[in-house]
């Protein structure tokens, strides 16, 4: 975990740039009239936050599922449900940032300043969320906030540089996701206690 965190850690610096760049990028639009991207910007960022708490809630649900099919049916069964705890959220986190992109983008305004603004806003409610969990959460929050940064990147980069259709586009924003679809499925069919140390 020592290699996965250092990694985890060197990653932060540019999501970190690239939000607070986010903000200046909204503020820009928001003095070249383009204030209804900025304001419409906001309130998804507001949604998403909410969006992101309730999908915890779900995926809490499917968590205790998994373990109630895992005592009742067997393993094989149990991982089933598991699976649904580790794809879910990153379903539900790779097409609120395909909406993003896509609708912010087809605004009129400087592109470069409006695909800033859209990263923030595509990602921002994730990576938030996931620094105010509770230790238990923190892992899979934080890695399913780490691959939404990098599908975003991956997405951003297929659409508009390489003008690939966007269903494949979307198909290749399950690479970064195999990760936290991975733990999503292992926490929600391990042992918890076991688990409740580990920090990103």
């Known amino acids: ?115 800033f603004w859209s990263y923030g806003v595509a990602t921002g409610p994730w990576t938030i969320f996931a620094q105010y969990v509770g230790s238990d959460q923190r892992t899979s929050c934080g890695i399913r906030a780490y691959a939404g940064h990098l599908a975003y990147w991956l997405l951003s980069a297929l659409v508009l540089i390489c003008h690939v259709p966007h269903w494949l586009a979307f198909a290749a924003m399950l690479l970064p996701a195999i990760l936290p679809i991975t733990v999503g499925t292992l926490l929600a069919t391990a042992d918890r206690e076991a688990l409740r140390n580990v920090r990103i």
Request: glycine share 12%; with cysteine.
């Open 1 to 115: 975990m020592d290699l996965v965190g250092t990694v985890m850690g060197l990653a932060t610096i540019p999501m970190a740039l690239l939000s607070v760049v986010s903000v200046i990028s909204g503020v820009a639009l928001l003095l070249s009239g383009a204030w209804m991207v900025v304001v419409g910007g906001i309130v998804a960022f507001a949604v998403g936050l909410i969006v992101a708490a309730l999908l915890e809630f779900v995926v809490k649900g499917l968590d205790a599922a998994a373990l109630a099919v895992l005592e009742r049916r067997g393993r094989r069964a149990g991982r089933l449900v598991g699976l649904l705890s580790g794809i879910l959220p990153m379903l539900v986190v790779l097409g609120w940032e395909y909406l993003c992109l896509t609708r912010i983008m087809a605004t009129q305004a400087r592109p470069e300043l409006l695909w």
